[in-house]
């Protein structure tokens, strides 16, 4: 029996039989070049789950971290039919490493399906009720936050042309219910896993008609204006930490984009038991116009 | 008497014998020869064709009284000739035996054997056994040194190496094997296409041999190219196509700042915000790389783009770093990651005779039109994959890219994997953490098959063999 066709009794049958419902599940893992992770998940008791340590979006500023919330019945039920549409699934993508890889994988009464999808839109073309249904789910659990980091930048000073020194301050933010640690941006040696950046690039002149061409973004190191000793900080569940720093910046008389990023892929999921959130995230984006 | 041109085999104990000399030493020590002792130094270091001066023979007159009885001792001289080796020529591996006759008692003697154009400090320190006035040692050649360091290193193909006595006052004749090997070999291309997983790799590098060093070319082929963004809007009702999307219900998109998400996408007249409530998400947008045509800017994967891009200078310094920045980081990460060496090849890791090294040598060469095994290079940081690289993304793409010109598969979930491969980290042909999986790490030795194969053909195709050969740890 092939896996489709066992996926395709497992799931009529925990259709047909409640108490099977319970044991089902949908896993959507979406990842990159070992940096972007997340995972959506949604049990037949109706919870979804998503965890991201980076945006897919990268620099948008979006927060990061586990959302959580439940589905009534009805739509667990919609799911298993959403399952049911998509099968057996598409061909084979042919993917880049640098492509975003997208696996779904099901489990229905004991049968286990796993696809891995993505690349072009015909290829997609197969799993798109599925994804489109999860897409909107993991929209939704964004709204009930469990550990979320997101970053706000500010600056402390206008900026001005030349080759200056900038106060920075990050506000680190968790929305959810819980708490966490968090690598502590005051105690890092810049490094591709862990580091806390400022990011700028001139805005692109744009004329009517043409398509400009996208910024290409440097960065500086942010150099914490007192360096600390202890690797991790504590964020409180609905709580803001803030840190300060400074950017040594060399800006043109042209109006820039700026925004921080901050990377903490370093150690475990949890210390000592307790929740670490790892990952990167993007702050708001500023548009600033140095002055002479 | 005329002198005596050495023939094979001969020593100067033949030579005592055949002139009626009780001692070699009369021959040798001679003021006749004391060039050729200079040139030579030892009894033991003559080779044919030296041209050796037999001294007349000295009348000696006893007076011996009658009557009694006399016992006459005539003298002997002793050593070694007709050493010889069982082949002229043979190369590292083969099975040689070196085997020579003496007058010297039953028991050991020692025997050496030295590299002539270049030192061979590994080579065996030999004793043989005496019996009945012969001797033989079973070699299997090894340890024979061809290159010689310095920059640049010299190689020597062919090495002579002398055998004779080790003791420098027993005389022997030297016996000398040629020992061949491969240190250069022209260039030849591999080329092969194959499917894996459904998906056609076409693999070409050009290979040559050079002073024991693989010399790999591979030609990336990249065309100027720029960056856009297709984003699938079915979910917040949009149908149809337009603005030369090609596909139902997709527009083209662009970001606005410093994200890669889609802020705005074209109507077919002009860009609009993405519709309200719609989320861009890693399944529903995409980058595409596009080429200019005439006026128009083409799809890789179909389609126009509804305007023109900004023009930019490919060949400008910014660029041509970025190309050379990403040349340096190829050839460092497919150079000389393992040496390759003949299978049975028992030589010390420091003796080069069947071992080569390995250098990549990336170049980027431009073409103007688009076609299959063209690489598009647009300026950006969005996320690059196989066919479009952005010139401001710093992943080891162009590395990965690269292992596929040398007929690697891809080692991933979801790309062209070849199911067959297993060990040193791959399942089921994956293998996350190196070049060819989705961490892009470390090169593993079985990424160099190719240059392995190539290796071999350029090797047996000068030698007239056929070995195999294998990557190898350091």
Known sequence: MSDTSAIAEGLRAVAAVPALLSGFGVERVTERDGLWFERLSISGGGRVHLCSNRSFGDASGEEIGCFE???????????????????????????????????????????????????????????????????????????????????????????????????????????????????????????????????????????????????????????????????????????????????????????????????????????????????????????????? | MPDHVLKDGESLVTLAKQYGFGKWQTIFDDGGNSALKSKRGQVNALLVGDSVFIPAKKAKTLSLGTDSKYKVVIAVPRGVWNLAWSVDKAKCGDKVTLAGETNLPDGNLDLALKGRELESPKLPKVTVTVKAKKFSYDWTIKDVQHLKDGSPTTAFPEIHIDATTADSSVPCNVATLSVQAVSDADKQTFDKRQSWNGFTNHAVFDQKIQRFVNLVDVNLTCLKAWGGTHVDLTSAGITGTAGGCPWSGHRWARPKGLSMVPAEYHDGKTWVPLPKGFVPSATNYQAVGFYKSGTSFVGASGGTWPEPFTDYDFNSATYTSVRSKWTTQINAQWTDCFPIRRVGCASDKSVTCCRYGVTMSVAFNETTSFGADVVMLAPGALRSNAGLWFMGDTSNMPAHETGHHIDNPDEYPGGAVDPSLSGDGAKAGIDPDCIMGQNMTKTKKRHYHAIVEMTAKLVNGKSGGSDKFEAIDK
């Open chain 1, 69 to 292: 919330t439940d589905l009534a019945a009805p739509r667990v039920d919609q799911l298993v039919r959403d399952v049911q549409a998509v099968l057996p699934g598409g061909p084979a993508p042919n993917l880049s490493p640098g492509d975003v890889r997208v696996t779904l994988s099901v489990i229905a009464a004991g049968a286990r399906w796993e696809r891995v999808v993505g690349g072009a839109p015909p290829d997609l073309e197969p799993y798109q009720p599925l994804l489109r249904t999860l897409d909107a789910l993991a929209f939704e659990v964004r709204a009930h936050p469990l550990r979320t980091l997101a970053m706000e930048l500010k600056l402390g000073a206008p900026l001005q042309a030349g080759e200056q020194s900038v106060p920075v301050t990050l506000t680190f933010e968790n929305r959810g219910t819980a708490g966490y640690w968090l690598r502590n941006p005051s105690a890092f040696a810049d490094q591709e896993t862990e580091h806390a950046r400022l990011w700028y690039a001139p805005q692109p002149s744009v004329q009517p008609g043409m398509t400009p061409l996208p910024p290409e973004p440097t960065y500086v190191e942010l150099e914490p204006v007192a360096r600390a000793d202890r690797p991790l900080i504590w964020i409180a569940p609905q709580s803001t930490e803030t840190r300060r720093f400074t950017a040594a910046v060399a800006l043109d008389q042209v109006p820039y984009f700026l925004r921080a990023g901050f990377a903490g892929y370093d150690g475990a999921d949890t210390v000592a038991g307790q929740p670490h959130l790892r990952g990167c995230v993007f702050s708001n984006e500023l548009e600033i116009e140095p002055r002479r």
